[in-house]
């Protein structure tokens, strides 16, 4: 069993800036992340909005993140928690591995996942043409056609960096207006590479050979039209969803499943916070994340001191 002062899970913007903050305030601090570094950014090809840092990939900015966090003494272990005990004083969480951790405070920041469509097909050809993460598969497709489904900033930015590696890129969005930003809408209707497809629903994944997927049927909700866009690769793009069963029964989650904590980010337990995407909040930015961090590692050294 190792001890800590504060745990934090997940290594996106939010834990690893909560990371930053509770090692400089003399807190031990430990983040479990149970996939890759950054989190949601590690999927984002540029990030152009992260205040004084310019234009930098998502990647870069999650290195960087991490090697501050690591030049501040935090550590980082690449170990999912698969067990939560959060209620008491003493924290424990476990990971895949069987190690088991306690901390008097837990920052909660595991961010959010991509949703799923539940359309037929999707599921039977994850990886197989259907992704969530256009700069992770988009190299697979390269001079091939591609759909993205979605109409907010993310399907807006797999669009255009699909448009720089396919031949074609068809958009499917179900309403006729974005809800993604201005700039990134009219880089989108400038490219001639990319089709729009607006008041369109995804009905069904197709494969020609039932081995890989050769396109995406869909369906105009005003017209009822049907038509197969002929795609290899189908990118998903229709949100963020959270996933916090693992504390459901301890944390109080918002009906959306998000958890129940406000600005201060502190849930319904002592000791326990919530940063970043996984928390009820309007505005889900890297920037917002990471503000989430630095309050969160500060309400844990408040309470820690109350200890
Ligand atoms: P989002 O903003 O929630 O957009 C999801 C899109 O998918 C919406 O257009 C929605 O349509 C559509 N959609 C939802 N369910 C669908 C379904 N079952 N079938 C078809 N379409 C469906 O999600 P996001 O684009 O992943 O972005 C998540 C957050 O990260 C947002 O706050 C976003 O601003 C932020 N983000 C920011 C940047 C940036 O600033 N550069 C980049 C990426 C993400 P409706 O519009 O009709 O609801």
């Known amino acids: 069993m190792e001890q ?73 272990e690449f170990d999912g928690v698969v067990s939560a005990q959060l209620a008491g004083p003493l924290k424990t969480l476990t990971t895949q591995s069987g190690k088991v951790y306690t901390a008097r405070a837990v920052i909660i920041a595991n961010g959010a996942k991509r949703r799923k469509l539940g359309i037929p097909g999707e599921e039977a050809y994850a990886g197989r043409g259907v992704s969530y993460c256009a700069t992770c598969d988009g190299g697979f497709f390269k001079g091939k056609s591609t759909v993205v489904v979605g109409g907010g900033n993310t399907a807006l930015e797999d669009a255009l960096y699909l448009a720089n590696l396919c031949t074609q890129v068809h958009l499917i969005h179900r309403r006729d207006t974005f809800r993604g930003g201005k700039v990134l809408v009219d880089a989108v209707l400038a490219r001639e590479n990319i089709q729009v497809h607006y008041d369109t629903v995804p009905v069904e994944v197709v494969s020609a050979d039932g081995q890989k997927v ?23 793009a229709v949100g963020l969803a959270p996933d916090n069963q693992l504390f459901a029964g301890q944390i109080e989650l918002d009906p959306a499943g998000y958890i129940a904590a406000g600005e201060d980010c502190k849930t319904n337990l002592e000791g326990v916070f919530a940063a ?7 505005v889900r930015q890297i920037v917002t994340a990471a503000g989430d961090g630095a309050v969160a590692a500060a309400e844990a050294g408040n309470y820690l001191m109350r200890q």
């Open 214 to 236: 050769s396109g995406l049927t869909v369906r105009n909700v005003k017209t009822g039209a049907q038509e197969l866009l002929e795609a290899q690769g189908v990118f998903v």
């Open 4 to 76: 800590y002062d504060i745990l934090i899970i997940g290594a996106g913007p939010a834990g690893m800036t909560a990371a930053i903050y509770g090692q400089r305030a003399g807190y031990r601090t430990l983040i479990l992340e149970e996939a890759v570094l950054g989190g949601q950014i590690a999927n984002t090809p540029e990030v152009e909005n992260y205040p004084a840092v310019g234009k930098i990939s998502g990647v870069e900015l999650g290195m960087n993140l991490y090697n501050q966090v690591l030049e501040q003494g935090a550590q980082v």
């Open 276 to 282: 970043g995407d996984t928390r009820t909040k309007t």
